[in-house]
């Protein structure tokens, strides 16, 4: 058939073996001209054509739920559940999220983008099922990568204890975003060597039935194995052995690279994108250099070495001195403050939509003990990601209103390096050091502070009416639009607060004789810096107007115009300020 004529899985049922393993090829093809030319996640949907395809032609979908963890490896799931023209077409690449959605179709269960969540999400519907009478099969897709996390063994716990039908299918490619860690790898391994007859099974020790398919890219042994379970009366486990980046040999030999990129050439996965050095890019720089001279200094991360800009090479280089304790933030947050007990420096370098994973770690282990351990968030703010699940709009109101910690928001590179080298210094207090999204900035400045005490950076004086305190990435639009007032005949000053969990109440004094105060905050305004300041001025003299982004979820927004939306251009901030 026709792969394009695909409207639901009920279309690809009565196929025979052949016509699927044709479908496999051609889906395979249009997906990675897709990816190709667009970008998106490549290895993990390029390993998974053949066990979408087999879920679908087994399973009665969406009668029966699958729930996929991540969801990042959906893509084929998408095109054969009525998106295929998303793929197909170039028009309509951006015509649904990388993600389940479900807005998008029935089929999908569940908005996903954070991992390890699949097993605890699918328990829910299969308690709900045997409450009300269901006979549907649930089935939970995991990735390997994905185990190491706390929810997913929690999960894992609880599913064993169900009773009933509970199916979880173990998608082993033998990687999480780079290389996995944890002893529980050492079981799959295991496991993998033996075709899974080892005694020693951490699935069947925990209670589930266990099915193992060495050849987890093949049609025949995973539909065999998917209707061996189909109906089936208690928890097991479906282990496939599946390869990552499977199809397209530059992401076959370089799976770490080809987990998520950008366009590339088809013909041998090069990019053409020019390389301009990043935040990231300065923060391993900086950190290897640290660790060189100090050997207590130890960067962490939590499966991501990649997004704070340690490849293969850097990780080689760090040795000991870097630790990846897999997709675990708890695990991350809490082993740090044991380093910091021990008196080494740990400095954790985390996306900041996935430090909210660890929020209790910050409270309880770090905060209230007092552990002067430093935390690096990527990411963040309007210039982040911008998928719905990825936003980093909340680290600063998350993290900035526990008691005790220092969060430090650095506005170009001399700052982030002065913030980085102190917060690894000191040994009083926690620290958590924003990483710029934008473009790097480099300006002048006195940046060699003691950042606990330090005032309000005074960035441009003005005596005029008008007081600009902008934190991060959002000064240079406090720059511009004090650029703009003053073309008006308007004097602003313009500060950078250097910190956004507490005030300098001295500096705000002085500013009560101004009709008007600007904050402006590259974050959730709610719980943020500006509210703060709002609340302190309030009946001081000068209003404050509170400038920052929406306490919401939006998906894939056009930056320009978010920002738009928000008041967040120099232009209308600087109207805002002729206002006064």
Not at 65 to 84: A, C, E, N, P
Not at 191 to 220: H, Q, W
Request: glycine share 10%.
């Amino acid at each position: 058939m026709n792969a394009t004529d695909i409207k639901s899985p009920a279309d690809i049922r009565n196929l025979g073996i052949d016509q699927l393993s044709q479908l496999a090829t051609r889906l395979r093809e249009i997906l990675l001209e897709k990816l190709a030319a667009h970008g998106g996640h490549c290895g993990p949907n390029l390993g998974f054509v053949e066990p979408a395809i087999a879920l679908h032609y087994v399973f009665d979908t969406p009668k029966d739920k699958i729930v996929f963890d991540v969801s990042h490896q959906t893509y084929v799931h998408k095109m054969l559940t009525g998106r295929i023209e998303a793929f197909a077409d170039p028009a309509h690449y951006d015509d649904v999220t990388g993600f389940t959605n479900p807005a998008e179709s029935e089929y999908d269960l569940f908005e996903i983008g954070h991992t390890s969540t699949s097993v605890s999400l699918a328990t829910g519907l299969a308690k709900a099922r045997d409450l009300t009478g269901g006979t549907e099969n649930v089935v939970a897709v995991i990735g390997d990568g994905s185990l190491s996390g706390g929810e997913a063994l929690e999960g894992l716990d609880y599913a064993a204890e169900l009773g009933t039908n509970f199916i979880v299918v173990i998608n082993d490619n033998q990687m999480s975003i780079a290389e996995n860690h944890g002893g529980i790898y050492e079981n799959l391994a295991l496991l993998r060597s033996t075709n899974g007859a080892a005694e020693c099974n951490i699935f069947k020790a925990m209670g589930f039935d266990y099915i193992y398919v060495p050849y987890g890219n093949d049609l025949e042994s995973l539909i065999d194995a998917f209707r061996r379970v189909k109906g089936s009366t208690r928890p097991v486990v479906v282990h496939i052995d599946t390869m990552k980046g499977m199809g397209f040999a530059p992401a076959e030999r370089d799976k770490e690279h080809f987990h998520f990129t950008g366009p590339f050439n088809i013909s041998d996965g090069s990019s053409e994108a020019p390389q301009m050095q990043t935040y990231v890019d300065v923060f391993a720089a900086h950190m290897l250099k640290a660790m060189q001279q100090d050997r207590r200094i130890v960067t962490l991360t939590a499966g991501t070495p990649g997004a704070i800009g340690f490849g293969p090479a850097e990780r080689a280089r760090a040795g000991s001195q870097f630790v990846d304790v897999g997709i675990a933030e708890e695990q991350a947050v809490a082993m740090s403050a044991g380093l910091a007990k021990a008196g080494c420096s740990p400095v954790f370098g985390v996306c900041s939509t996935f430090l909210q994973r660890a929020y209790d770690q910050l409270s309880q282990d770090v905060s209230i003990n007092r552990q002067p351990a430093t935390f690096v968030t990527f990411y963040g703010g309007v210039y982040g990601m911008n998928d719905v699940t990825h936003l980093g709009f909340f680290d600063v109101p998350m993290i900035s209103n526990i008691p005790g910690i220092l969060f430090l928001e650095a506005t170009c590179r001399g700052e982030y390096i002065a913030m980085l080298d102190w917060a690894i210094r000191q040994t009083d207090t926690p620290v958590v050091v924003r990483t710029p999204s934008g473009a790097i900035v480099e300006r002048e400045g006195d940046f060699d502070v003691d950042y606990a005490t330090a005032p309000y950076e005074l960035v441009e004086a003005g005596s005029g009416p008008v007081a600009i305190i902008a934190a991060g990435d959002f000064l240079p639009l406090a720059q511009q639009a004090a650029e703009i007032l003053r073309t008006n005949g308007v004097e602003a000053a313009v500060y950078n607060p250097r910190k956004v969990c507490c005030l300098d109440t001295a500096t705000l004094d002085t500013l009560a004789a101004r009709k008007l105060i600007i904050t402006l905050e590259d974050n959730s305004i709610d719980g943020g810096f500006g509210q703060k300041v709002a609340a302190y001025m309030s009946g001081k003299g000068p209003e404050v107007r509170v400038l920052g982004l929406p306490k919401a979820f939006p998906d894939r927004y056009n930056r320009a115009q978010f920002m738009a939306e928000n008041k967040l251009t120099p232009q209308q901030i600087a109207n805002i300020a002729m206002q006064a």
